[in-house]
């Protein structure tokens, strides 16, 4: 069967961040490109922009394609930005160009989903949307996940292979501290990982006064090395 992909409240999470324009990290889609190439998909936190490399979830993305650059296509989205988050992961999926998916194209799918804040619900709500159309997902990844309206960011969907959650449960803001799988038989939870920043504060330089003095630990976990330096090595174990 072959699908055809064309597609027609924590106020301060979303109101505190910078809004400096609504779109995609730039991702080149070329028909030929080698099979198994890891698709790695990162969501921002908030009303943050896809291009603003102060925050992690972009600084990943970028380095990530830098240092793979023949082994990984990488792109990250504003959370808001979701049908073009996944109409690109089904275009890099289609090998030759024809606009619809094979299921011998399904099930090349290697793909890496990762997130902060409301990304890290919308990086559950793209793999359940990937899963309705066949289409596995090796891992996601969640960073102190905040649960958008009409979405659930707690169950793993069985198209998942493994999920994992950093989180830690300061301040006005601050994320889910428990994800379970659907299936356990599908899906591998390795984990869910508090941080504390009481004794061991993590700088936030650079981001505005009102995100310091409102979601301080929520902005520390994004910015925590540790935790990313984690996470990155996880993305790295999926590239061939």
Known sequence: MRTKYLLPIWFLAGALLPVTGLRAQPVSIKVGDPAGKLIVIGFMGGNVSADNLLHREALVAKELQQRYPAGIKAAVFANHDAENALRTVLQLLDANGDGLLSAGEKNAARIVIYGHSWGASE?????????????????????????????????????????VNFYQTRGLIHGRSLIAAMDPSRTTILGNYESSYREHP???????????????????????????????AMIRAHVD
Not at 205 to 227: K, L, Q, T
Request: glycine share 6%.
């Open 202 to 232: 993590v700088s936030c330089a650079g981001f505005p006064w009102y995100a310091r003095a409102f979601m301080h630990p929520h902005i520390e976990i994004e910015n925590d090395p540790s935790v990313w330096t984690r996470i990155e």
């Open 123 to 163: 990086t559950v709500t793209l793999a359940r949307r990937l899963g309705e159309l066949g289409v596995p997902v090796l891992l996601t990844i969640q960073v102190d996940s905040v649960q958008k309206s009409n979405e659930d960011d707690g169950s793993i969907p069985p198209n998942v292979r493994e999920a």
